[in-house]
């Protein structure tokens, strides 16, 4: 059973930093690109970014609105993906989930809640 | 970027009727080289994840419904399900994944009428 667990979630200050976990299991992780995507309260879905495989240099591509402040990186020895953000702003509040790619998202974990505020 | 625009914004329909949801992509989502049209519907009810539904634009996710179908090719796209259920009540997004920044519509609500 494919499990994604997220974590590290909880309330920054602005221009603050926070390191959020995706724990994977039950598929193979090492050969799965993996997105993180975040949700506003009350409004809809958001891609952040995504980091691709080994194979594929673990190439990463980042949303305009996150770029040069978010940084997505990997584990595969611990089939753990991390999303490091830095300068996090008050529009950067939201759950943020992480799902592995494929034709069509199937697999989410229940998110965690960011909030920035003062 | 590709911009995904879903019609109606919200949507009141009786049990056991019909529910259509369209989706606009600004740019087409029909792949040439394999035929298949990068475009996915979720269906998210409240506190949860979202629930991948159909894939390729008209491929059904294994254990959804078959009341749930996709149709559409290159920038016009639907979400129909054929007789509504009361637990169908959620937000239904559609979302291309044919190239970053990968985009979703902005999220329909269905609810009972």
């Known amino acids: 059973e494919v499990q994604l667990v997220e974590s590290g979630g909880g309330l920054v200050q602005p221009g603050g930093s926070l390191k959020l976990s995706c724990a994977a299991s039950?598929?193979?992780?090492?050969?799965?690109?993996m997105h993180w995507v975040r949700q506003a309260s009350g409004k809809g879905l958001e891609w952040v970014g995504r980091?691709?495989?080994?194979?594929?240099?673990?190439?990463?591509v980042y949303a305009a609105s996150v770029k040069g402040r978010f940084t997505i990186s990997r584990d595969d020895s611990k089939n753990t993906a991390f999303l490091q953000m830095n300068s996090l702003k008050t529009e950067d509040t939201a759950v943020y989930y992480c799902?592995?790619?494929?034709?069509?998202?199937?697999?989410w974990g229940q998110g965690t809640l960011v909030t920035v505020s003062s | 970027d590709i911009v995904m625009t879903q019609s109606p914004d919200s949507l009141a329909v009786s049990l056991g009727e019909r529910a259509t949801i369209n989706c606009k992509s600004s740019q087409n989502l029909l792949y040439s080289s394999n035929n298949k049209n990068y475009l996915a519907w979720y269906q998210q009810k409240p506190g949860q994840p979202p629930t991948l539904l159909i894939y390729?634009?008209?491929t059904r996710e294994s254990g959804v419904p078959d009341r749930f179908s996709g149709s559409g090719s290159g920038t016009d796209f639907t979400l129909t399900i054929s007789t509504l259920q009361a637990e169908d009540v959620a937000v239904y997004y559609c979302q291309q994944y044919y190239s970053t920044p990968y985009t979703f519509g902005q999220g329909t609500k269905l609810q009972i009428k």
């Open positions: 039950g598929f193979t992780f090492s050969a799965s690109a």
């Open positions: 799902t592995p790619d494929g034709s069509g998202w199937g697999y």
């Open positions: 980091i691709r495989t080994e194979a594929n240099g673990y190439a990463t």
């Open positions: 390729w634009a008209s």
